[in-house]
């Protein structure tokens, strides 16, 4: 049972665009939601996180978005740079307080970036 | 920067084999998990320590799988006998106390069982 969810598993963006990946999930118990950026071979680095109690958090050319009602988030990237492609995984955590720290991961983005 | 340190990095071996993983986490980091990403899926958790003691091992078969760490520092998972639908990357990621303060992954293992 999938409870985070990204549907496409592939995005395209001319460099100095902005690209935006798209997340929804379906447990309303998250409260703390995370992006990281995987390249092949290598394990994901965290990229930008999200508190429930915000609707937007911004980090350079980094922003995501919540909306709690429609249970989605997005990541935006503006502008879009060729070292940004990479595979994007969406993650979300039940009960940040817990000691049980268990990351959700959605299927990924693959993002690709062209000149 | 500190790193959360993986061996092997690359793994072949043999359905019905035992193979075995190994996980440093950084220096002061009292959690630890092990996560399986099988090709084309995110990642999953299979087990999560606090110090020495399993918290979380909800996810792990534990008919061919165990995970220890010892004295609360480098952790082992180890797969007795491996099967063909055990071939994935295999990620260890350590935290302060909990996932609160952040997770940092290591490079993980990839895994193909032939």
């Known amino acids: 049972d999938q409870q985070v969810k990204q549907n496409s598993p592939s995005l395209s963006v001319q460099e100095g665009r902005i690209s935006i990946l798209n997340c929804d999930y379906t447990?309303?118990?998250?409260?703390?939601f995370l992006w990281y950026k995987k390249y092949p071979a290598e394990g994901p680095t965290f990229l930008i996180s999200?508190?429930?109690?915000?609707d937007k958090n911004e980090d350079g050319r980094f922003t995501v978005f919540l909306n709690k009602s429609a249970k989605h988030l997005s990541l935006h990237i503006v502008p879009s740079q060729p070292g940004d492609s990479a595979v994007y995984f969406c993650a979300a955590i039940r009960d940040r307080g817990s000691t049980l720290g268990r990351l959700y991961f959605g299927r990924g983005t693959q993002l690709t970036v062209w000149p | 920067e500190a790193e959360v340190a993986q061996s092997p990095r690359y793994k072949i071996t043999e359905k019905s084999q035992a193979v075995a993983f190994w996980c440093d986490p950084i220096?002061?980091?009292?959690?630890l998990y092990w996560y399986r990403q099988i090709l084309g899926q995110g990642p999953e958790l299979l087990v999560q320590?606090?110090?020495?003691?399993?918290?979380?091992d909800s996810q792990l078969p534990k008919d061919r799988f165990s995970a220890e760490r010892l004295k609360g520092v480098d952790s082992t998972l180890k797969i007795q006998p491996a099967e063909l639908g055990d071939s994935a990357m295999y990620l260890c990621a350590s935290s302060l106390r909990s996932a609160r303060s952040g997770y940092t992954f290591g490079s993980g293992t990839r895994l193909t069982v032939v």
């Open positions: 447990n309303s118990m998250f409260d703390y």
């Open positions: 220096s002061g980091h009292a959690t």
């Open positions: 999200i508190s429930s109690i915000k």
């Open positions: 320590f606090q110090d020495e003691s399993v918290v979380d």
